[in-house]
Nanobody, 119 residues
Framework: QVQLVESGGGLVQPGGSLRLSCTAS????????MAWYRQAPGKQRELVAG???????NYGDSVKGRFTISRDNAKNTVYLQMNSLKPEDTAVYYC?????????????WGQGTQVTVSS
């Protein structure tokens, strides 16, 4: 059994910053790519940022230059540093990871953490 637990969400004013964390725990052999997705009310879930086990990153167009994804492989943790936040960044943010438990990787999701950008 694998669990992903997110933390760091909350209410922030426009222009502010937040840092999200997501830690994987359980019977983990290794973790491949990790990513952050978000879903705003009435919208589809979208990719925010992803990072491979080797550290290569990719970002959604709307967050490029403002958000930074990183990971600590020793801690099975992925981070999302969010700067210059805008009201349109308001959403539930979900952590995703490709986790190898026995042989093949399987997708796991966190429970989500709310980020609200408002004055």
């Amino acid at each position: 059994q694998v669990q992903l637990v997110e933390s760091g969400g909350g209410l922030v004013q426009p222009g502010g910053s937040l840092r999200l964390s997501c830690t994987a725990s359980g019977s983990i052999v290794s973790i491949n790519a990790m990513a952050w997705y978000r879903q705003a009310p009435g919208k589809q879930r979208e990719l925010v940022a992803g990072i491979t086990s080797g550290g290569s990153t990719n970002y959604g167009d709307s967050v490029k230059g403002r958000f930074t994804i990183s990971r600590d492989n020793a801690k099975n943790t992925v981070y999302l540093q969010m700067n210059s936040l805008k009201p349109e960044d308001t959403a539930v943010y979900y952590c995703n990871a490709g986790v190898v438990v026995r042989i093949l990787p399987r997708d796991y999701w966190g429970q989500g953490t709310q980020v609200t950008v408002s004055s």
